[in-house]
Each structure stands twice: as structure tokens, then as C-alpha cells.
T-cell receptor, first 109, second 114 residues
Framework: TQLLEQSPQFLSIQEGENLTVYCNSSSVFSSLQWYRQEPGEGPVLLVTVVTGGEVKKLKRLTFQFGDARKDSSLHITAAQPGDTGLYLCAGGSQGNLIFGKGTKLSVKP | DTAVSQTPKYLVTQMGNDKSIKCEQNLGHDTMYWYKQDSKKFLKIMFSYNNKELIINETVPNRFSPKSPDKAHLNLHINSLELGDSAVYFC?????????????FGAGTRLSVL
């Protein structure tokens, strides 16, 4: 069974701090996606990475796919209260998406 | 216009009842999904349909029966509801079945079985 482990599970920080969320697996994935989910809403895609070692930037968010395509990280620079939410990584395999259990981020003003 | 819409948003019902959740997408996608998110926020695929045909069925009890009357709709019927069915159910859609394709999610249906 393919599993994605996310860490940390919870993260509470002050506005302006930097943070990194990790997504790890023992399995290789054809692609890795990061979603953000706000309360009462469905997940919204932030980025898809498909190549080992790939780095993508989305404003203050930097996403990296591991060289072996088994892990990924999300780094947020100078976090803002608007970044608060549940961050989910999802690995693509055989037409299916396997989700991690999420990291609940709270950014306090 | 909402891209993926689910109804109802909230559903409270008694154990043993039968209920349905409807999903519609106006994105012109050919693939639709149902996910279950438990109280710990773990999101797990239940079913996937491509062009009205079932392509993924992840060991879901046969009390759950999806139905796709056309490519834009994927409804979920649940028979004999149990306490453990309480969760948030999300519908999603994508163009194509590749796992790297963008999936668009509805806002969810919060099911509470009493």
C-alpha cells in the first residue's frame, strides 16, 4: 500500500516566520501535487511537480520534488495570516491520487 | 458559476436510512471522483468514473452505489447508513484520468449519522 507521511501534523507560527512542510513516502510517484483546504471548502490545487529534483515557486511558496520522486517539501517565506489552512500533498500513481494526512497551519498576526 | 457543485452541503440522518448526495460539474470534464474525508482530515478516494464508466472502486462497502447519468453528474447513494459513515464527502472532476491532472473539488457534503 502506498502511503504519504506529512510532517508536522500541526504548525502554529507568528506572521513573518518561515516554515517548511514535508511529504515523504517509500514509494515512487509519477507526480506530486500540493493542495490547500480552508474550513468548509474543498481542496484547491497549488502546484503539480512531475520531474525528480523539480523546484517550483508560487510567490512566497516554494515546492520541491525529491530526486527519487518519493518526497516533496513546501517552504513558505514570511508567512501571513492568509496562509492559514490545511496543506495536503497528493501522490499520483496509476490514475489515482494518494493523499497525505495534511498539515494544519495557523499563522497568527 | 460554481465549477463543481454538491448538494446538500449538510445532511443529518438516522442510522439505517438511505440517502443520496448529488454532484454536478460545468467544466466539461470527462472524469469525476468521490472522496471521503474523516474527522482527522484524511482524504481517501472512493470511486472514479470516466465517461460514465467506473474505473476506480477502492474497497468501499457495497452500501455505497455511485451513479453517473452523464459525464457532468456523479451521484452517490448510500443504503443502510451507519455511524461510521459520518464524514465529509467531496466530489471532484478532472479532464482525463492521469493522476497528474488537476482535480477540481466541490465544497463538500458533511454527513452526520445519528
Amino acid at each position: 500500500t502506498q502511503l504519504l507521511e506529512q510532517s508536522p501534523q500541526f504548525l502554529s507560527i507568528q506572521e513573518g516566520e518561515n516554515l517548511t512542510v514535508y511529504c515523504n513516502s517509500s514509494s515512487v510517484f509519477s507526480s506530486l501535487q500540493w493542495y490547500r483546504q480552508e474550513p468548509g471548502e474543498g481542496p484547491v490545487l497549488l502546484v503539480t511537480v512531475v520531474t525528480g529534483g523539480e523546484v517550483k515557486k508560487l510567490k512566497r511558496l516554494t515546492f520541491q520534488f525529491g530526486d527519487a520522486r518519493k518526497d516533496s517539501s513546501l517552504h513558505i517565506t514570511a508567512a501571513q495570516p492568509g496562509d492559514t489552512g490545511l496543506y495536503l500533498c497528493a501522490g499520483g500513481s496509476q490514475g489515482n491520487l494518494i493523499f497525505g494526512k495534511g498539515t494544519k497551519l495557523s499563522v497568527k498576526p | 458559476d460554481t465549477a463543481v457543485s454538491q448538494t446538500p452541503k449538510y445532511l443529518v440522518t438516522q442510522m439505517g436510512n438511505d440517502k443520496s448526495i448529488k454532484c454536478e460539474q460545468n467544466l466539461g470534464h470527462d472524469t469525476m471522483y468521490w472522496y471521503k474525508q474523516d474527522s482527522k482530515k484524511f482524504l481517501k478516494i472512493m470511486f472514479s468514473y470516466n465517461n460514465k464508466e467506473l474505473i476506480i472502486n477502492e474497497t468501499v462497502p457495497n452500501r455505497f452505489s455511485p451513479k453517473s447519468p452523464d459525464k457532468a453528474h456523479l451521484n452517490l447513494h448510500i443504503n443502510s447508513l451507519e455511524l461510521g459513515d459520518s464524514a465529509v464527502y467531496f466530489c471532484a472532476s478532472s479532464q482525463g484520468t492521469r493522476s497528474g491532472n488537476i482535480q477540481y473539488f466541490g465544497a463538500g457534503t458533511r454527513l452526520s449519522v445519528l
